[in-house]
């Protein structure tokens, strides 16, 4: 069992940065694939960055819509990953979770999906406006 918890959302402007945390707790967290998903009310869930359970490299999938703003990480010592997310913009206004689940590999390498997730935070509300 593993327990997720999401922290560093708020409001912030156009062009600005935050860093989301999602810290865990539970067993065998070095095990598991974490990745961060977003939403926004009346639109599908988007996969913005998944690592694997070792991190880096091709370990590390990252949606285009956010590649070259948002950078994924985790720190196994501390049981926690983080998403740095620059150069923000309206768009990326959505409540976003973290969420673990046992790592998938494809030819494309580490794959980054909602349903291959087995446990979720509570969401942290990022919304971006002037």
């Known amino acids: 069992q593993l327990q997720l918890v999401e922290s560093g959302g708020g409001l912030v402007q156009p062009g600005g940065s935050l860093r989301l945390s999602c810290a865990a707790s539970?067993?065998?967290?070095?095990?598991?694939?974490i990745g961060w998903f977003r939403q926004v009310p009346g639109k599908e869930r988007e996969g913005v960055s998944c690592v694997s359970p070792r991190g880096g490299g091709v370990s590390v999938k990252v949606a285009d819509s956010v590649k070259g703003r948002f950078t994924i990480s985790r720190d196994n010592a501390k049981n926690t990953v983080y998403l740095q997310m620059n150069s923000l913009i309206s768009e990326d206004t959505a409540v976003y979770y973290c969420?673990?689940?046992?790592?998938?590999?494809?030819?494309?390498?580490?794959?980054?999906?909602?349903?291959?997730?087995?446990?979720w935070g509570k969401g942290t509300l990022v919304t971006v406006s002037s």
């Open positions: 969420a673990a689940g046992r790592p998938i590999w494809t030819g494309q390498g580490l794959r980054c999906m909602g349903d291959d997730m087995d446990y």
């Open positions: 539970g067993v065998n967290f070095n095990y598991y694939a």
